[in-house]
Antibody
């Protein structure tokens, strides 16, 4: 059974940093692109970043470029999102999602972790 | 403002059929990119409902179907059930944005 379990969310002050983790199991993690998708309170879904199987390609939504860094450790079956210079508008539930191998979508999602940026 | 446009809400009585539209443009749906749909039950993570315009993942009832034409796509739900009350999101790929994958704003389905 595919499982994605996020952790690391919490309350942080504006300008602060946070590192999210996603532990993957039930599939060959190193064979899949992986993504982070967020959802602000009461709002819709927004793709944040994704990373290729070997970490050689990474893409970000414009609003987080230069502030967020996606990475992975295939030996640990783990995905990460380092978030720096956090802003109030980054407040959201952050989901780890597996990219479908043949389609540009997400076939499995974690339960999400809440990041709140507030003073 | 979402790249893909969905109605904020739709509703229907149990047993009825409802449709949710998803309108894009020539850089996403109209360019031939696939449309996918997700169901998000209250307080839970999104779940893939339809992929590749009209395909259902294993376990998704055939009451759910998807279609695409031109710059738009639709999700149809027949034999509406109380458990279908959820938020539904469409998603595609956009060649003009650095965000690549784009979502609709979501549609709240209420079962009357």
């Amino acid at each position: 059974e595919v499982q994605l379990v996020e952790s690391g969310g919490g309350l942080v002050q504006p300008g602060g940093s946070l590192r999210l983790s996603c532990a993957a199991s039930g599939f060959t993690f190193s064979s899949y692109w992986m993504s982070w998708v967020r959802q602000a309170p009461g709002k819709g879904l927004e793709w944040v970043a994704n990373i290729k199987q070997d970490g050689s390609e990474k893409y970000y939504v414009d609003s987080v470029k230069g502030r967020f860094t996606i990475s992975r450790d295939n030996a640990k079956n783990s995905l990460y999102l380092q978030m720096n210079s956090l802003r109030a508008e980054d407040t959201a539930v952050y989901y780890c999602a597996r990219d479908h191998p043949d389609y540009s979508n997400y076939d499995y999602w974690g339960q999400g972790t809440l990041v709140t940026v507030s003073s | 403002q979402s790249v893909l446009t969905q109605p904020p809400s739709v509703s229907g009585a149990p047993g009825q059929r409802v449709t949710i539209s998803c309108t894009g443009s020539s850089s996403n749906i109209g360019a031939g990119y696939d449309v996918h749909w997700y169901q998000q039950l209250p307080g839970t993570a999104p779940k893939l409902l339809i992929y590749g315009n009209s395909n259902r993942p294993s376990g998704v009832p055939d009451r759910f179907s998807g279609s695409k034409s031109g710059t738009s796509a639709s999700l149809a739900i027949t034999g509406l059930q109380a458990e279908d009350e959820a938020d539904y999101y469409c998603q595609s790929y956009d060649s003009s944005l650095s965000g690549f994958r784009v979502f609709g704003g979501g549609t709240k389905l209420t079962v009357l």
